[in-house]
């Protein structure tokens, strides 16, 4: 399976026990919805595929998972931070025109100010926002993706259209 025929669910944060049960947090939203026969880990940019013997999911966005064959923490020890993946034919149905943060990827940042920044690489949630990846002069830029920010987008397009604070990217441009 290759990265774009997956989508990102979480990554391994723990080990639990002797067992090889691990922890897994979500950084998907709708992670109660999903279906775990199987998930496939990102090790050294290659999705391998672990089979979920048992899944128990938490309130707090964690689920504690046992995969076939790894009866034993040394053998879930190199899940360890890996990302995790399922194949796109998983992901949830969603609601006509509703739309998330993580759909920008791939999308052309266009600030009103500075211009074309960049294809955004990558979107990734913290507690308090989320936040886009981009290339901009060479140069690895995150801005957060949140109402303020964000004047207008294309879906048949892909272009995201934004007013960024001044000065916001002269951190990253500074050395």
Known sequence: ?????????????????????????????????????????????????????????????TGYFNFDDADHIDKVQPLLK???????????????????????????????????LGEILEVNEYPQQFLATVMYKETEILFPLNEDFIVEYDKDEKILTVDLPEGLLDVYLEK
Request: glycine share 8%; no cysteine.
């Open 82 to 116: 890996k990302k995790l993946y399922l194949p796109l034919s998983k992901m949830p149905e969603r609601e006509e025109g509703e739309f998330f943060y993580t759909d920008f990827k791939g999308y052309l940042a266009i600030d009103e100010t500075l211009g074309e």
């Open 1 to 61: 399976m290759k990265h774009e025929e997956a989508f990102y669910i979480g990554y391994v944060t723990k080990t639990r026990g002797l067992k090889g049960e691990v922890q897994v947090f979500f950084e998907f939203d709708e992670y109660e919805e999903l279906e775990f026969d199987v998930v496939f880990a990102d090790m050294n940019g290659k999705l391998v595929p672990y089979f979920v013997a048992s899944a128990k999911l938490q309130a707090n966005k």
